[in-house]
């Protein structure tokens, strides 16, 4: 090897220790940057940890604790993961055993179940989701979920979680509330009057179909719904005779805030309403304002007709335009006046010599004119009768014939004169009468029985809320404290009452009926029973003065006149020693009656208030304040009066009468 070659293989060393030093070096630096690094890394990582430690004790509290069931599934809806609250609800533990949500879906809801699990994986959500579920044990629960996905690093969804809660009492709770109010809207949908009810911005809520009749609304009563009702008058104001005082006598009762009835209005096409306005007020201000209308177009042309058909007979007896016919032994006519011949449309020429079975047909009376001539011809005896026939035009008339025998100066009956009035106005008017006496006694059959109907709807709810309370006492018996127990004894005194109350109001709206068949009642056997019924405490003596009557009514209505008084008198009585007396005087026309007590008696200026209903001056829990209105209701059925006599702390007697 020659000099020149060793000499480049000393360089080419050189530079290779010196490369070699340099990247030892920097290996060196890099490695302790790492170092550094990894370091820092593995202090965060502890901080990371600790972090999610106590993230993860935070949400298993929550989890644990949520007042709602909580569960978790796969996307196949197979559950991996549920609270407490959601093993109570749905009977299962996936600790013990696997279940898959589809198991339990209501049969009726799997089509609505499927569509909203189908928005959940669309959309990653649903909220307000409301179904029936099976539990484990068969029972049906109403359930409202809000749901969400669970998505990978990769957000790819792998997994739902839904927040659960159990609605199954609240939906039953406002399947009765929507019952009634379908019932509510059923009778308010087919009430005789037109009802409009607005809210406090006086937007129509509720109306009904007579409403639209009455008013010639061409719509739906649905259709008013929302509408302003002031903007509504003003466009349907053209109905109206005096339009402008439509208007503005409604803006007027409305800016009052005053209840309003009987107001009249008439119509363009003729009718005559008759416009009742109540506001409604909760809690001391407005909440909304109720009109009724009814049609009073008959009531009023009944009244005006009978005024004028009673001026009418009255002027024609006074100027003797009554139809006149003078008739023989064989009932041809002799002679007729010129009020008959306009009577019956036929002129005199007509009329005389012809018999007059033959021109003016009997119909359906043929018997009864037999009979009042055979009076007239054999008996001379007058009478006045009733005939339905023909006028010459072939139009019905009615006729009120008073006829007397016809003597000669020998005294002998050689004929009749009858005078006639035609009454076939009166008639129609007479049948209108009875249409509208049976559209009312109707009207009040209907509401005898809603009474009874909503009697039972309204005890139906509190029975089961009464029953379900002491379900949910009996089952937590050792579980619910003091004060839990005393607000439950008082929801169930709440319901009680109510129950009273509703009976009450039932009591109130049959005591005005007589219903039952009337019999001879011995109201000192009456007064007797009531001594053995009612609980009399040893130091109040029930005192009978006079003997009572036996009259003739209803026995049980006179027993709740009696019972009231009676028990009434029992509860004021503050003395050790308490007297009742019963007193009886016969008054002419009336039987007067008399109940006498020692008690608190009451002020002269509540003496009227007393009658009224729910009106009590002592509130006390055996007292709802509809006793005296019951007996008010009844005396007055029976033709009588009420009034009382009384000082405070002395005593009280209420005198009575009943018509005999």
């Not at 839990?484 to 008082?490: K, P, Q, R, S, Y």
């Not at 005396?635 to 005198?655: A, M, Q």
């Amino acid at each position: 090897m020659s000099q020149d070659q060793i000499a480049l293989l000393q360089r080419a060393l050189k530079r290779e220790k010196a490369a070699r030093k340099s990247a030892e070096k920097i290996l060196e630096d890099k490695s302790r940057e790492l170092y550094t690094i990894s370091q820092e890394l593995k202090t965060s990582n502890l901080k990371l940890n600790d972090l999610l430690d106590e993230k993860s004790s935070t949400l298993k509290g929550i989890f644990e604790n949520i007042n709602d069931a909580y569960l978790v599934m796969d996307l196949w809806g197979n559950v991996l993961k549920m609270n407490d609250v959601a093993i109570d609800l749905f009977g299962y533990d996936i600790e013990k055993e696997s279940f898959n949500v589809s198991e339990i879906v209501y049969k009726e809801d799997i089509e609505y179940t499927a569509n909203a699990f189908k928005k959940l994986y669309e959309e990653g959500a649903f909220n307000d989701y409301t179904a029936r579920i099976y539990t484990k044990s068969g029972d049906v629960k109403w359930l409202q979920i809000n749901a969400t996905l669970i998505y990978s690093k990769e957000n790819k969804p792998i997994a739902a979680q839904g927040i659960i809660r159990d609605v199954t009492k609240d939906k039953e709770a406002g399947d009765l509330i929507m019952e009634a109010k379908n019932r509510l809207s059923a009778l308010v949908l087919n009430l005789n009057s037109g009802i409009i009810l607005e809210d406090v911005n006086r937007k129509i809520s509720l109306s009904n179909t007579k409403f639209c009749e009455l008013l010639n609304i061409d719509i739906q009563p649905n259709d008013l719904i929302g509408m302003d009702c002031g903007i509504a008058s003003e466009q349907n104001k053209i109905q109206f005779k005096d339009p402008l005082s439509f208007v503005k006598r409604m803006d007027e009762i409305v800016e009052n805030k005053i209840a309003v009835f009987g107001d009249q209005l008439e119509m363009v096409d003729g009718k005559i309403l008759e416009r009742n306005y109540t506001p409604i007020i909760v809690g001391g201000k407005i909440n909304g304002y109720l009109w009724t209308f009814r049609d009073v177009t008959l009531e009023k042309n009944y009244r005006a007709s009978i005024e004028a058909e009673k001026e009418k007979y009255s002027s024609i007896i006074a100027n003797m335009h009554l139809g006149l016919v003078e008739l023989n032994t064989d009932n041809e006519i002799l002679m007729v006046n010129q009020s008959f011949t306009e009577m019956s449309g036929y002129s005199e020429e007509e009329l005389l010599g012809k018999t007059e079975s033959d021109i003016f047909p009997v119909e359906n009376d043929l018997d009864t004119l037999k009979s009042e001539n055979i009076k007239h011809f054999e008996g001379g005896e007058s009478s006045s009768y009733e005939i339905k026939t023909k006028c010459s035009k072939g139009h019905t008339r009615h006729w009120l014939v008073s006829s007397a025998p016809n003597y000669n100066i020998n005294g002998e009956i050689i004929g009749s004169i009858g005078i006639h009035l035609d009454i076939t106005e009166l008639k129609k008017l007479q049948i209108q009468k009875e249409k509208i006496l049976k559209e009312l006694e109707d009207r009040n059959q209907e509401l005898y029985e809603y009474a009874h109907i909503v009697s039972h709807d309204l005890k139906s709810p509190l029975r089961s809320i009464d029953a379900l309370v002491s379900w949910i006492k009996s089952d937590n018996e050792d579980k619910f404290d003091e004060m839990t127990i005393e607000n439950f004894n008082l929801i169930e005194t709440t319901v009680e009452t109510m129950e009273t109350l509703i009976s009450n109001v039932l009591e109130y709206s049959s005591a005005g009926a007589n219903i039952a068949e009337e019999i001879e009642v011995d109201l000192n056997e009456t007064v007797n029973n009531l001594k053995n019924f009612l609980f009399v405490p040893e130091n109040i003596s029930i005192n009978v003065l006079n003997k009572l009557p036996t009259i003739k009514g209803d026995n049980t209505k006179f027993q709740q006149v009696f019972q009231n008084f009676i028990s009434n008198a029992i509860k004021f009585i503050d003395k050790e020693v308490g007297i009742i007396e019963v007193n009886y005087l016969d008054d002419g026309d009336y039987h007067q009656f008399s109940i006498k007590d020692n008690g608190i008696g009451i002020e002269k200026k509540y003496h009227d208030k007393i009658f009224k209903v729910f009106h009590s001056l002592n509130k006390r829990d055996d007292s709802t304040g509809i006793g005296l209105s019951i007996i008010k209701k009844i005396i007055d059925l029976y033709g009588g009066s009420i009034w009382l006599e009384s000082e405070p702390n002395i005593g009280t007697t209420f005198y009575f009468t009943l018509k005999k």
